[in-house]
């Protein structure tokens, strides 16, 4: 086996779901971000958000959001937002950069009304989760926030839910993941886990 070498990547995004996180801004418009540090705990959404951005200023003031889940087939609109931002003037940190109070249009995406929360849903997410900032702290280093996010209403394409039940079906449904700076949908399904409500057939489950 080889030897594993000791390395210094710049960042440690080593593979997670990208999310547009919508907020509402002051003058009653919606911010849309895009981001890739957030994890589920239950009904809880963790999210991990520059200090100086237009988001952390928003949820400080204003806790509703939406976390909208983009498909891999919409990493292009993403990647149009990844260069904007909502603070006037930008951040000084934020080298290249440039801010754009239009993120809907910008991306080429088109809003809907949230049902619970005031921020708007992005209409071509298949997965779109409203909830609200339950509690918000500073990291160690005063670089991040860190917002413990309650989740009060999901809405999912017909498209990729189990028939008949509550659960999104795992085989229609793929995350936009961010992997070291670079964009990824899922392989294929190599098995599931024994706490799964939805089973189905993956190579895992044909080893002989």
Known sequence: ????????????????????LSTENEDGTS??????????????VVL??????????NLRERPDMVINLPSPAQWTAVEHLAPL??????PAH??????????FEAAGLRPEPAELVRPQRVAECPL????????????LRGEFVIVEADV??????????????????????QPLIYNFRHYFGLGAQLGHS??????TAGRAAVVA
């Open 1 to 20: 086996m080889t030897a594993h070498v000791t390395i210094q990547p710049k960042i440690l995004y080593f593979g997670t779901p990208v999310v547009l």
């Open 31 to 44: 911010n849309l971000a895009p981001m890739s540090s957030a994890w589920a705990l239950g009904q809880m």
């Open 48 to 57: 991990g958000l520059g200090v100086t951005g237009q988001t952390a200023h």
């Open 85 to 90: 931002t909502g603070r006037d003037p930008v």
């Open 94 to 103: 934020k080298r290249g950069f440039r801010y754009e109070p239009a993120k």
């Open 128 to 139: 779109q989760l409203e909830a609200r900032a339950a509690r918000i702290t500073p990291d």
């Open 152 to 173: 009060l209403r999901v809405h999912a394409d017909p498209a990729i839910v189990v028939p008949g039940t509550q659960h999104v079906d795992p085989t229609a449904w």
């Open 194 to 199: 024994f706490r799964s409500d939805t089973p």
